[in-house]
């Protein structure tokens, strides 16, 4: 699945500009939160979202103008912040986003040209695709990749201050979870955590699943010859959720032994009570301990309806993004 950036970089090519714009801080209640983004094309079509509503209308309403005014490639970034309130109800005021929802957002935009920014915008899609180092720069001179190694001290998207202004977001993703089953449930939840823009890796054993095979949803696929591998090929598992939803009752314990033995973000397994009660005698009777045991969560999954493979993915997403908001 190509990602934002490749996206960009595709459109780019065509040879002419484009407007982007990302939501780099934001307060509480803002309907654009860190990390949002979009860009508008040149006939008016846009990709993403900063959030939607009547902001966004009137900054795509801009994008057009600008590109449609063929300003010169001199036109640099710019850093604005957007208040979701008003002081007179029958009028928008400077920073004021026109919304009055309470919170604000701040956005990072600027005019990107083939001629001068498509060999940066397709150097950051592929680094953006290998996913694991550089970041995204962009101050008040224009946009950079910068190769550097991830800090998981920093946030992803950080905006420093200390000489004029700087938004750096790096590439590593840090949503990321590892599906071990490729069926039916681990496609719907594929598709689901795609779709929130999250990292995902799928894991099975199975080379001739249909469900596994042409998952275009993940953004990685491992093939194992036993389930309690996968775990130890993520490249990130301190920054992974595992959710083990094999089709059978021993490799869901052969991919659970094999999680318990990574720094993984959480476990998490599918079943009923019976089935789960029948993997954590399994799991001790090959000496798993009690805070072993304790790492794993089961039944997977919010309390809700959730029989078919995609009310189980929405169960599943939910309880992962409560997580995630931690």
């Known amino acids: 699945m190509k990602g934002f950036w490749g996206r960009l970089a595709d459109e780019l090519g065509r040879g002419a500009p484009l407007w982007l714009v990302m939501v780099v801080a934001h307060g509480r209640g803002s309907p654009g939160t860190v990390g949002a983004r979009m860009f508008v094309c040149s006939d008016g079509r846009q990709v993403g979202t900063i959030g939607g509503s009547v902001l966004e209308f009137a900054l795509v309403r801009r994008a057009r103008e600008l590109l449609s005014a063929a300003r010169s490639a001199a036109d640099m970034p710019q850093l604005e912040r957007f208040v979701h309130r008003r002081a007179d109800p029958d009028h928008i005021a400077p920073g004021e986003s026109g919304l009055i929802c309470s919170g604000w957002q701040q956005h990072v935009s600027l005019i990107l040209w083939p001629a001068r920014d498509l060999d940066t915008i397709r150097a950051i899609a592929a680094a953006a695709a290998r996913g694991d180092h550089g970041s995204v720069a962009i101050t008040c001179?224009?946009?950079?990749?910068?190769?550097?190694?991830?800090?998981?001290?920093?946030?992803?998207i950080d905006l420093d201050w200390d000489h004029g202004w700087r938004v750096r977001e790096q590439l590593l993703h840090r949503q990321r979870v590892a599906i071990f089953g490729g069926g039916h449930c681990g496609l719907a939840l594929s598709r689901v955590m795609a779709e929130l823009d999250w990292h995902v890796t799928v894991i099975d054993r199975r080379?001739?699943?249909?469900?596994?095979?042409?998952?275009?949803?993940a953004e990685q696929s491992l093939l194992v010859d036993d389930f309690a591998a996968g775990a130890a090929a993520l490249s990130w598992p301190e920054l992974t959720d595992a959710i083990v939803m094999t089709p059978d009752y021993h490799s869901d314990v052969?991919?659970?032994l094999g999680c318990l033995d990574q720094p993984l973000r959480s476990i998490g397994v599918m079943g009923s009570p019976a089935k789960l009660r029948a993997i954590r005698a399994s799991l001790s009777a090959a000496?798993?301990?009690a805070a072993g045991l304790a790492r794993i969560r089961g039944p997977v999954g919010l309390r809700m309806k959730s029989d078919t493979p995609s009310e189980?993915?929405?169960s599943v997403a939910a309880e992962l993004l409560q997580f995630a908001a931690r």
């Open 254 to 256: 052969r991919a659970l």
């Open 141 to 156: 001179e224009g946009i950079a990749l910068d190769e550097a190694g991830p800090d998981l001290t920093l946030p992803a």
């Open 312 to 314: 189980i993915a929405v």
């Open 287 to 289: 000496g798993v301990d």
């Open 207 to 217: 080379p001739d699943l249909a469900t596994f095979r042409d998952n275009s949803c």
